[in-house]
């Protein structure tokens, strides 16, 4: 376990790199808050739940919304920041493509076929029929997301501390 929190912390970007983004300068003050930095068990699942959430759902300013809720929620903000990078070029399309999936058997929605991009008319009107059931499939795996890591991060915590202290006792 131990290994995977170096590799997260390794991963994650520091106080100074947040706080040197532009877009960030606005929390700036509030990135200060030690708390928010702190490695502890409520805050890194808060921070993974918050980073997989947006992650999922939000294509665009993952990190500056992430670390702004982590902010608000009092998360730690690396690991929010971190959990965004779930979607990236490589996995956002089949991610993208069982979450229509999801959704389109959530809302009871025909899956279309191939979406054409020889005729532009035809593909706005194909992507404004995928647009309901992606975004309801999206939701439900943002979702899904947050809340098992927010409980699978607590309870491997919760299991590495009784570990330890089983171990430390003679």
């Not at 759902?57 to 993952?62: F, S, Y």
């Not at 979450?99 to 959530?106: K, P, Q, S």
């Not at 309901?132 to 947050?146: D, E, I, K």
């Amino acid at each position: 376990m131990s290994a995977v929190i170096q590799r997260l912390r390794a991963l994650a970007p520091t106080r100074e790199q947040l706080e040197a983004n532009p877009w960030l300068r606005g929390l700036a003050p509030y990135l200060a808050n030690p708390k928010l930095w702190h490695w502890s068990r409520r805050g890194v699942a808060m921070g993974l739940a918050i980073g997989l959430f947006i992650g999922f759902l939000i294509p665009v300013a993952q990190i500056l919304l992430a670390a702004a809720a982590a902010v608000l929620l009092r998360a730690n903000v690396p690991v929010a920041a971190a959990g965004t990078l779930v979607t990236n070029p490589l996995t956002v399309p089949p991610i993208y493509y069982a979450a229509y999936h999801l959704g389109a058997w959530a809302t009871g929605t025909s899956v279309t076929a191939a979406v054409s991009l020889a005729d532009p008319s035809e593909f706005w009107e194909s992507l404004g029929s995928i647009g309901m059931p992606l975004l309801t499939g999206l939701a439900m795996t943002a979702s899904f997301a947050a809340i098992a890591s927010y409980l699978l991060v607590s309870q491997a915590w919760i299991w590495r501390v009784s570990a330890k202290r089983r171990r430390a006792r003679p």
